[in-house]
């Protein structure tokens, strides 16, 4: 359960989280060269394998309980007219993931992954963050602790998942506070808005830089982000806690991941980019948190899909590693 009440204390804690073992890395490095193919021979299913192995402190592990969390929250930006779709969209699509209708139920299960869906006030859109901060204090905490409290302690590997009509906006407008640049350079379009959406999309996201001057990567979830963000925010860092690594998904997913790496350098080391989204500035994200994706499918849905879609990578990765016969057990001869 999450021990903070304030984001002095939140960032605190992820000032002092712990780190994968060094045991366990070069137990499975040294695995990884007796395995019965040429050194290198699977690229970055070899290094995938590793840093798993270090972050489950396991040489040989393997992943049996993958969790999917969406989280889903509205947001008062949409007053602006800043998407193709109506605020009421967001708590449909809610219904639709708890009848298993959506995208991410279908990946979820052919992952073998458990998925949870948790609303955030929907009723409450966050304030318009054109006219005032998104939230407060204690609602930017509320979701964190949410996200935080979402995690099982007893899952091996986390993707997280957004819906939030909107969210693209407030996603852009994170991203544009930390990383620095003009709003155009990290706005796209979304759900499809077309020409004149997103210039109305840009100027929203200016309007929200110009009024705010946060001072630091938590003050700038608070005031230009969404619950959304904040949960899929504590959530990771909860994983941290639970030496759970995270697969993270796309722009809006790694808007908010990029706060915690803001706030404390290496918070996000227990996490790999699960894919490359089709939202142009997705790459520039990945690059200010160091990340490279494992997929680049053209996707832009969202709902943690495509990180989803990559469990089945990092399965695979971990399979190989675990499974594979030694040249000693294979009675192979080696190079």
Known sequence: MANFTTLAQFSDILGAQGAASDAAITSAREHNGQLTKPPGALGRLEDLAIWYAGWRNDPRPQIAAPQVIVFAGNHGVCAQGVSAFPSEVTVQMVANFQHGGAAINQLAKEAGAKMDV??????TPTADFTQAPAMTETEVVAALVTGWDAVDPNADLLVVGEMGIGNTTAAAAVAAAIFGGEAGDWTGRGTGVDDAGLAIKTRVVAEG????????????????????LAAMAGAIAAARS??????????????????????????????????????????????????????????????????????????????????????????????
Do not use: Q
Request: glycine content about 14%; proline content about 3%; some cysteine.
């Open 118 to 123: 948790h609303a955030l006030d929907l009723d």
């Open 242 to 335: 639970y030496n759970i690594p995270v697969i993270l998904d796309g722009f809006i997913c790694s808007a908010a991941a990029a706060v915690l790496e803001k706030t404390a350098a290496g918070a996000l080391d227990h996490c790999v980019a699960g894919h490359l989204s089709d939202e142009g500035a997705h790459r520039n994200i990945l690059d200010g948190i160091g990340k490279a994706p494992l997929l680049d499918m053209g996707m832009r849905l969202g709902e943690g899909s495509g990180a989803t879609l990559a469990i089945l990578v990092l399965k695979g990765a971990v399979a190989c590693h675990s499974g594979m016969a030694t040249f000693a057990e294979a009675g192979v001869a080696a190079g």
């Open 209 to 228: 830089l110009a009024l705010h001057a946060p001072n630091s990567p938590l003050e700038v979830l608070r005031c230009l982000g969404g619950r959304e």
